[in-house]
């Protein structure tokens, strides 16, 4: 398949990721925030990925990201580990975890972050809720990160809206960052919603090969011109 954007350390795939992750070598790390299917729970937000229906059934949209998980297992290293980011929602009243889905694949998951990110999301009838998960997941129970930035458990960094884009909460660069650091060995990472490239940013910033995959072609232009200003100041 051919790139919609490639230079020496970034490519960016405008497609499906169910088309793309079959054709691609092992990676080594996977930092990922899939679609969250707000528009079936109590919460609302903006729809980071119009492509991909964020109002499913919600069986259908937990078969899809078990799915989805499946297809990472197969492109991910032995050695290699996913940091799987998702929140809680509330649908009828009652709250769904990601575990619902997650502990229904062959992944291990090694330790569950909370990204509290002070956004304000209002809601009369229960307590407002202000944080995100970011689940580390690997193949082998012996798999290890190093925790070279000292954090804790919990993150705090406000998400970041971009101007002119759909993208009201997007993942902040600098915890992208952060996160791909404590796994030296990771030589190349993917993301397969890449949204506006801020995995991609990260890998960059950090000298690693990243591969990002988003079937939004918005979006793929806005990734591919923040990698070339960036291919540019290098």
């Known amino acids: 398949m051919k790139p919609y954007y490639q230079d020496e350390w970034v490519t960016i795939y405008n497609a499906d990721c169910r088309d793309v992750l079959p054709t691609l070598d092992k990676v080594d790390l996977v930092l990922t925030s899939p679609p969250y299917n707000l528009g079936n729970s109590h919460h609302t937000g903006s729809v980071r990925h119009s492509a991909y229906s964020d109002n499913m059934p ?30 809680n929602r509330i649908r009828d009243g009652v709250q769904i975890t990601p575990y619902e ?7 291990l998951v090694k330790q569950e972050l909370v990204w509290r990110n002070r956004s304000q999301n209002f809601d009369k009838i229960r307590f407002y809720p202000m944080t995100e998960r970011i689940y580390w997941m690997a193949k082998r129970s012996d798999t290890t990160l190093e925790n070279v ?62 591969i990002g995959v988003e079937i939004e072609e918005r979006y793929c232009e806005i990734a591919a011109n923040r990698m070339s200003q960036l291919a540019m100041q290098l």
């Open 58 to 87: 919600e069986k259908e949209y937990q078969r899809w990201q078990k799915d989805v998980l499946g297809w990472l297992w197969g492109v991910t290293n032995d050695k290699g580990s996913l940091l799987y980011n998702h929140k």
């Open 101 to 107: 889905w997650l502990l229904k694949t062959d992944w």
């Open 149 to 210: 930035i000292n954090a804790h458990d919990i993150f705090e960094w406000d998400s970041v809206g971009t101007s002119g884009q759909e993208h009201k909460r997007a993942f902040p660069v600098r915890l992208a960052t952060n996160l791909t650091a404590c796994f030296p060995d990771a030589q190349t990472i993917l993301d397969p919603f890449m949204g506006s490239g801020t995995t991609l940013r990260a890998a960059k910033d950090l000298g690693r090969k990243a």
